[in-house]
């Protein structure tokens, strides 16, 4: 994969909108790039975005209609995008939670830090609507990030999910204690994951809904 030169050019595609582009899945897009088939680039932090216009090309091999400029606004226009932040200092672990969260139908935008510090940053930048964090990190604690979200007002609403490695009876007394919304022993599947963070968000899923669309459940 090469790399994008601007990820905020309206003419790159997540992976997610080339799907619904095509009407295939996400997970289909990401197999056709990772087989070679259908060219990708990477944005600086890593993220996989498809350039309508290799989208039109491979389209066109396979003798499918393209897709226009109308329908990309669409798609890009029709889903309210929620925002993750994955906070791990392992970046093995950043790149795999990453790219399973971006192939999910929810079409998220996941961002991500590798400590406390940086996560500080992110969260003022972005507005994360749910953060995924490790205890711990080289500069500071899981427990101290999010006693910190939880006890401001302007990022109390924050949904936290506490993945790590030291996840005893006492961390998980001590996260929950802090606000920690969800508390789980790494590895976890991670079909798990999406799931556990969908429900946080209150979404649902295509196959959960009549008629097989996705819906966004009221928040109670």
Not at 4 to 27: I, Q
Not at 88 to 99: A, G, H, P, R, S
Not at 107 to 132: M, T, W
Request: charged share 30%; proline share 4%.
């Amino acid at each position: 994969m090469t790399g994008c030169e601007n990820e905020k050019d309206r003419r790159m595609l997540t992976l997610f909108e080339a799907g619904r582009c095509c009407g295939v899945s996400t997970r289909t897009i990401a197999e056709w790039v990772e087989s070679g088939k259908l060219g990708a680039c990477c944005t600086d932090a890593g993220h996989r975005r498809i350039r309508l216009a290799d989208l039109n090309e491979f389209l066109a091999q396979r003798q499918m209609p393209p897709v226009d400029e109308a329908v990309e606004r669409r798609v890009a226009g029709e889903w309210p995008r929620r925002c993750i932040l994955v906070v791990d200092d392992d970046q093995v672990i950043v790149e795999t939670l990453v790219l399973a969260l971006e192939e999910d139908e929810f079409n998220y935008e996941v961002i991500s830090a590798a400590d406390g510090f940086e996560a500080g940053l992110q969260v003022s930048r972005c507005k994360p609507h749910l953060v995924i964090l490790d205890i711990m990190m080289p500069d500071t604690n899981g427990y101290q990030v999010c006693r910190r979200l939880k006890s401001d007002p302007e990022t109390a609403e924050i949904k936290i999910v506490v993945l790590s490695a030291y996840m005893d009876d006492e961390s998980y007394r001590r996260m929950r204690e802090y606000g920690a919304d969800l508390c789980f022993s790494k590895p976890l599947p991670l079909d798990q994951l999406r799931d556990e963070v969908a429900r946080l968000l209150g979404l649902v899923r295509r196959s959960s809904v009549p008629g097989g669309t996705a819906a966004e459940a009221k928040s109670s």
